[in-house]
T-cell receptor, first 113, second 111 residues
């Protein structure tokens, strides 16, 4: 079955520190992959997406993600976290022959001053 | 700017009531989706629609139905609300590049 897993439920980092949020996927073929962010009381906003080609994808707000087929991973990174990055982050995938997006359970990021 | 709106941000209903959640998009997208979001479970797909009057069950359709009479509007219906349907409900529409655009969500409490 197709699935997306985010191993970390909560992560706390200090402001200015680097960040990596993990995402693993299980699909028969290379899926389309997405990272979304949800600030408190808000809907989801797309940070970045991977369809094919360059495995390092740049997104909004200084985020990037790297697709690694050998590790079935699509981890999200940011070199220096800002307090405003505190939010919940969701990884999602869709089989390119399908219609339904499958979401991971989410990672809640807290930023210490 | 793309926009998905949901009829209510907060809703409180009693057990057994019929509940309608409305979603409207202004992007002329064919595909629309209803999810529920619960802590630790991420977003789970309830139903989606790929055209007017067309619908498909998602992962958790039990206790829900949907209606899509016009392209821009997709309604989620709880025929007889139960306390285990207390949740955040998110609507989304999708473009032809698989990017989904989400509404702000409706937090439903069933008492």
């Amino acid at each position: 079955a197709q699935s997306v897993t985010q191993p970390d439920i909560h992560i706390t980092v200090s402001e200015g520190a680097s960040l990596e949020l993990r995402c693993n996927y299980s699909y028969g073929a290379t899926p389309y992959l997405f990272w979304y962010v949800q600030s408190p009381g808000q809907g989801l906003q797309l940070l970045l997406k991977y369809f094919s080609g360059d495995t390092l994808v740049q997104g909004i707000k200084g985020f990037e993600a790297e697709f690694k087929r050998s590790q079935s991973s699509f981890n999200l990174r940011k070199p220096s976290v800002h307090w405003s990055d505190a939010a919940e982050y969701f990884c999602a995938g869709v089989n390119n022959a399908g219609n339904m997006l499958t979401f991971g359970g989410g990672t809640r990021l807290m930023v210490k001053p | 700017d793309v926009k998905v709106t949901q009829s209510s941000r907060y809703l409180v209903k009693r057990t057994g009531e019929k509940v309608f959640l409305e979603c409207v998009q202004d992007m002329d997208h064919e595909n629309m989706f209803w999810y529920r979001q619960d802590p630790g479970l991420g977003l789970r797909l309830i139903y989606f629609s790929y055209d007017v009057k067309m619908k498909e069950k998602g992962d958790i359709p039990e206790g829900y139905s949907v209606s899509r009479e016009k392209k821009e509007r997709f309604s989620l219906i709880l025929e007889s609300a139960s306390t285990n349907q207390t949740s955040m409900y998110l609507c989304a529409s999708r473009d032809d590049r698989y990017e989904q655009y989400f509404g702000p969500g409706t937090r439903l409490t069933v008492t």
